[in-house]
C-alpha cells in the first residue's frame, strides 16, 4: 500500500462539517492550531465524543490526537451503521442535538440501516432539541426522498444541562442517492403544532404555559394545537423544568420550528 496522503487543515471552525465530509468522501485529514492561543487550547470534550461517535458507526477508522490536543489526523474508515448494542454517551458540554445533526447524514449512506441509543441532553438553549429534529427535520429529509416511514426518533427519557440524564433512541434507513430538490416558496403559516413538557413538576405548569402560548399565536392563527408530555420518575431525568415548542406549517409543506417561551429551572435529584 502507498503512503496515505492527508488533506491539511487548520483551526477549530466547522469542526463537524469537515469530519462529515472527510468521511463521506473518505479523504484523510490533518487538523492543525485547534484553539492553540486560547485558556484550554486543543480540541474540547465534545469534539473528542464526536470523534468517538464516528468511529462506533465506522469500521476502521484511525484517530490520532497530539499531546497539546491541538493537532488532529483522521482517516475515515467505512461508514457501517446497523444496530449499536451500547449506549452512547454524548458528552454533556453540547446536547444530542449536536451529535445528531452529523450523525443523520453520514449514516444514510451505511452499510445497514442505523440504530442508536444516545445518552445525554435532550434540550438546551445551544443546539437543536430532540423534539425538532423528530417534528421538523425528519420531514425535510423526506423530501430528498428518504423514506420517512422508516425514521424514527424514541424519547425514552428527558434531560437537561448540566448533567443531562436524557436518552432516545434514533432508527435511520439507508439511501442509495437523494432526490434534487427546488424549495424556494416559503408560503403562508397555515398552521402552529407544539409540545411541551415537563418532568418533576406539577402537570399545571403545562397547562399555564399552553394557555400563555395561545395568548400570543391564537390571534394570528386559528388553527393552534399543542400537545404536552408530562414525565416523572425516570423517563423525567434529573432535573425539574417545564418547556413549550412550537413548530409553523404552512401551505407549501414547510415547517420551521422556533421557542415561543422557555424556562426551566434546574434541580439536582440528590437535594
Not at 415537563?198 to 400537545?227: C, W, Y
Not at 432535573?239 to 434541580?267: A, E, K, M, P, Q
Request: glycine share 8%.
Amino acid at each position: 500500500m502507498g503512503k496515505t496522503v492527508y488533506k491539511k487543515l487548520k483551526g477549530s471552525q466547522s469542526f463537524r462539517q469537515r469530519l462529515l465530509l472527510s468521511t463521506l468522501s473518505s479523504t484523510p485529514i490533518t487538523i492543525e492550531d485547534i484553539r492553540p492561543n486560547q485558556t484550554y487550547s486543543g480540541l474540547a470534550k465534545h469534539e473528542i465524543s464526536l470523534l468517538r461517535l464516528f468511529d462506533t458507526v465506522s469500521d476502521g477508522c484511525i484517530v490520532e490526537i497530539y499531546e497539546t490536543g491541538t493537532k488532529l489526523k483522521y482517516k475515515p474508515g467505512t461508514i457501517m451503521g446497523g444496530r449499536v448494542n451500547h449506549p452512547f454517551q454524548c458528552d454533556v458540554s453540547r446536547s444530542i442535538g449536536y451529535y445528531l445533526e452529523p450523525l443523520i447524514v453520514l449514516c444514510l449512506f451505511a452499510k445497514e440501516p442505523l440504530n442508536i441509543r444516545l445518552k445525554g441532553i435532550t434540550n438546551d438553549s445551544k443546539d437543536p432539541s430532540v423534539d425538532t429534529f423528530k417534528s421538523a427535520a425528519f420531514h425535510i429529509l423526506k423530501r430528498f426522498g428518504v423514506d420517512f416511514e422508516a425514521m424514527s426518533l424514541k424519547i425514552e427519557s428527558r434531560g437537561l444541562p448540566p448533567n443531562g440524564g436524557g436518552e432516545v433512541v434514533l432508527s435511520l434507513p439507508i439511501v442509495q442517492s437523494l432526490t434534487a430538490v427546488n424549495w424556494i416558496d416559503e408560503g403562508f403559516v397555515k398552521k402552529i403544532r407544539g409540545v411541551t413538557f415537563s418532568t418533576k413538576v406539577s402537570s399545571q405548569f403545562e397547562t399555564s404555559m399552553i394557555r400563555a402560548a395561545r395568548g400570543v399565536v391564537n390571534p394570528l392563527v386559528s388553527d393552534v394545537h399543542i400537545f404536552t408530555d408530562h414525565r416523572t420518575g425516570p423517563p423525567a431525568g434529573k432535573y425539574d423544568s417545564f418547556l413549550v415548542l412550537s413548530g409553523i406549517w404552512n401551505f407549501t409543506g414547510c415547517r420551521d420550528y422556533f421557542w415561543l417561551l422557555h424556562f426551566c429551572r434546574y434541580r439536582c435529584c440528590s437535594c
